[in-house]
């Protein structure tokens, strides 16, 4: 009998430690390359959450997409298919009105400015409304600042956009922000852009450094302005029922390794940035510096208005954004 129970309870004990690990072995996504910030910056983050936790939870990372379309894998990580992502919030927005507010043009002043609201009262209100649609950030990721290029002149007012043709996102919001700078929006698929900038399909667009100078764009359209008029953050984001298992002291772990790693990203993001844009400088493209953003942000009030018109409990939102210092 004494020998039956001890061979009971040794399978007892292998059936939890086994339940155990399968549970901590999670599947992280992320679409960027080897070599990316975001990359490096996720593979730390797995491997801070080995070290923090002892080893009891381990991220095996996917890159590259290889799980699937951004739009998939945040599905799969909101259904608990996969545990962890490093998304863009622009695919989060149609899910996650909360979430939508930092793809209105100029609602952040700089970068920095979006790290202070993240990092404060319109941030926790943001996480919130993404944890109740199945998406729990751990940590921000810095994905800079979107600036409009084209290949005949510097944009230093809203009156420099008038009828010009420019490619932009397809999403009401994007548009919606080219036509009151009086331009002409053209939604189309980014792998097009170039063809479409060199045979005047359109006349520009707008990206941030790394995208314009990886993808050639500087090459037929050498004037590139700072206008900084869609900065949209970029997460660690774990399914919300995932996390809420985890003790106190395993959140915690978890919590930190991704916070470490979003230093790194940054580092990275901000050095791959100078890279970019002395890249392209040494190539002959003018930059110019956008003096004065208020007419830019004045010329928004309609595409605010009409985001108001469907989401009017997200107004106090967008007010404490703009209030943040």
């Known amino acids: 009998m004494k020998q039956s129970k001890a061979l009971f309870g040794a399978a007892t004990v292998v059936a939890v430690l086994s339940n155990s690990a399968f549970a901590a072995d999670w599947r992280g996504w992320n679409i960027h390359v080897d070599g990316y910030p975001n990359t490096i910056a996720m593979d730390k983050f797995a491997e801070l959450v080995t070290e923090k936790t002892d080893g009891e939870i381990n991220v095996q990372m996917f890159h590259g997409g290889t799980l699937g379309s951004q739009p998939d894998a945040v599905e799969q990580v909101r259904a608990g298919a996969l545990e962890v992502g490093n998304f863009n919030l622009g695919p989060i927005g149609p899910i996650v009105a909360e979430a939508n507010v930092v793809s209105l043009p100029f609602i952040f002043k700089d970068v920095p400015h979006m790290f202070r609201v993240l990092e404060s009262e319109g941030g926790e209100a943001i996480a919130a409304g993404m944890a109740e649609k199945g998406l729990t950030p751990l940590a921000w990721y810095d994905a800079g600042a979107r600036s409009f290029y084209n290949g005949t002149k510097a944009i230093n007012t809203p009156a420099d956009v008038e009828g010009m043709k420019v490619r932009v996102m397809n999403n009401d919001l994007f548009t919606g922000m080219i036509a009151e700078l009086g331009g002409n929006p053209s939604p189309m698929a980014f792998a097009e852009v170039y063809q479409a900038l060199k045979t005047g399909v359109v006349d520009g667009a707008e990206n941030n450094w790394p995208s314009y100078e990886s993808t050639g764009h500087f090459e037929v359209a050498g004037y590139y302005s700072l206008s900084q008029h869609l900065i949209i953050p970029e997460c660690i984001c774990i399914n919300t029922d995932t996390f809420s298992a985890l003790s106190p002291e395993m959140q915690s772990a ?72």
């Open 254 to 325: 978890v919590r930190e390794a991704a916070e470490e790693s979003a230093e790194l990203q940054r580092q990275l993001w901000a050095e791959r940035e100078a890279a970019s844009r002395t890249a392209v400088e040494a190539a002959g493209v003018v930059v110019n510096e956008v003096a004065d953003k208020a007419p830019f942000q004045a010329a928004m009030g309609p595409v605010y208005e009409a985001y108001f018109s469907t989401n009017p409990n997200l107004r106090p939102l967008v007010e404490t954004i703009q209030a943040t210092d």
